[in-house]
């Protein structure tokens, strides 16, 4: 569906109204939808389709997934999570998952971001030089 330019800016303005010191607050959100619909401008579906799309992207920046072999110590999970907030920022859901199937190291999926340490991922980097 495409969205008009004045549409895409609406939703641009709305969500930044939406972000308290850099992080999106539902509150808010829930106020800016419920003012959107109370009001029905024009192309206001296209509105909420952006503005929906890009809390969606908010929210997949602020949630990492780290990988490893075995539980991670609370002391390196604090580590990891600290780094985490020192690259992407403040209010990051970071979860920690178990995956045998990575011999070792640590997977790191960050929105969009991937950082592979894995004994798995070496393997096959070097399995594709041969």
Same mark, same amino acid.
């Given at each position: ?10 939703? %641009? ?10 992080? @999106? /607050?539902? &509150? ?7 003012? +959107?619909?109370? %009001? ?12 929906? %799309?890009? =809390?969606?992207? /908010? ?10 072999? #075995?539980? @991670?110590?609370? /002391? ?7 780094? @985490?907030?020192?690259?992407? &920022? ?6 920690? =998952? ?8 640590? %997977?790191?999926q960050a929105g969009s971001?991937?950082?592979? &340490?894995? +004994?798995?991922?070496?393997?096959? #980097? @070097?399995?594709?030089?041969?």
């Amino acid at each position: 569906m495409k969205i008009s330019k004045q549409a895409q800016r609406n939703a %641009r303005e709305l969500f930044r109204s939406c972000l308290i010191n850099g992080l @999106l /607050d539902e &509150g808010r959100v829930r106020q800016a939808v419920a003012l +959107v619909l109370a %009001r029905t401008p024009r192309g206001y579906l296209e509105i909420l389709s952006r503005l929906q %799309r890009l =809390v969606k992207l /908010d929210l997949e920046r602020r949630t990492a997934r780290v990988e490893s072999t #075995a539980p @991670l110590p609370p /002391d390196l999970k604090a580590k990891v999570t600290k780094q @985490l907030e020192n690259i992407y &920022g403040a209010g990051m859901s970071v979860s920690f =998952v178990q995956n045998p199937a990575l011999i070792g190291g640590l %997977r790191i999926q960050a929105g969009s971001d991937l950082y592979d &340490g894995s +004994v798995r991922a070496r393997l096959n #980097a @070097l399995a594709r030089q041969f």
